[in-house]
């Protein structure tokens, strides 16, 4: 089967570096995915990362470990629009299925 | 705009009722995946198509079936419908199953009172 853990919640300061942090299991591995979510509204993707490392894309890097099941979300020069829920998915392999976990809630203060 | 087609974008219904929900995918995409999201809850995988044929099912429940067309539009069907399945439905779509992010439309509300 498939899981994915993320925090429910961060809180960070306008300006600011956060690091929101996703674990995964799945039935074989073919990708990890972050997406952006305004309250209803549909997810936007940030990233994609199938091997190992940091992918850099302006503000947003996201990083993976194979290994360890482990990614994170790295979120520079924090802005208020930055307020949204941050969803980490897993691909299996195959393609069959992409699973997201519940997202995290990242609040943004001045 | 992410290319990926949803309608109706809002629909309030009876309990016991059926609607279909329908989404065109972008342009040359040949995978088709509906997922549900309750109120602050993540995104529920439901069911995938890939040119027309099933790939996976997740959580969906047998009142609810899903179809892809030869025209690569597909439409999610809900019948018998309770209170617990008010939520938005999504319909994201990407190129191919196995590469490449998804993109989603923008959802379709569904409120069954």
């Known amino acids: 089967g498939q899981n994915i853990d993320q925090p429910t919640e961060m809180t960070a300061t306008e300006g600011a570096i956060v690091q929101i942090n996703c674990t995964y299991q799945?039935?074989?591995?073919?990708?990890l995915f972050w997406y952006q979510q305004h309250a209803g509204e549909a997810p936007t993707f940030l990233s994609y990362?199938?091997?190992?490392g940091l992918e850099e894309k302006g503000r947003f890097s996201s990083f993976l470990s194979r290994s360890k099941g482990y990614s994170y979300l790295l979120l520079k020069e924090l802005q208020m629009k930055d307020s949204a829920s941050y969803l980490c998915?897993?691909?299996?392999?195959?393609?069959?299925?992409?699973?997201f976990g519940a997202g995290t809630r990242l609040f943004v203060k001045a | 705009d992410s290319g990926v087609t949803q309608t109706p974008k809002h629909l309030i219904t009876a309990t016991g009722q059926r609607v279909t929900l329908r989404c065109s995918p972008r342009?040359?995409?040949?995978?088709v995946y509906w997922y549900q999201q309750s109120l602050d809850q993540g995104l529920q995988f439901l069911i995938h198509?890939?040119?027309?044929?099933?790939?996976a099912k997740g959580n969906i429940l047998e009142r609810f079936s899903a179809q892809q067309f030869p025209d690569l539009h597909s439409e999610l069907n809900l019948s018998s419908l309770e209170l617990g399945d008010s939520a938005l439905y999504f319909c994201?779509?990407?190129?191919?199953?196995?590469?490449?992010?998804?993109?989603f439309g923008e959802g379709s509300r569904l409120t069954v009172l």
């Open positions: 994201a779509s990407s190129l191919r199953q196995d590469t490449g992010e998804l993109f």
């Open positions: 799945t039935s074989g591995f073919n990708g």
């Open positions: 990362n199938v091997l190992d």
């Open positions: 998915a897993a691909r299996n392999t195959g393609g069959f299925k992409t699973i």
């Open positions: 342009s040359g995409d040949l995978s």
């Open positions: 198509y890939y040119n027309g044929e099933e790939r």
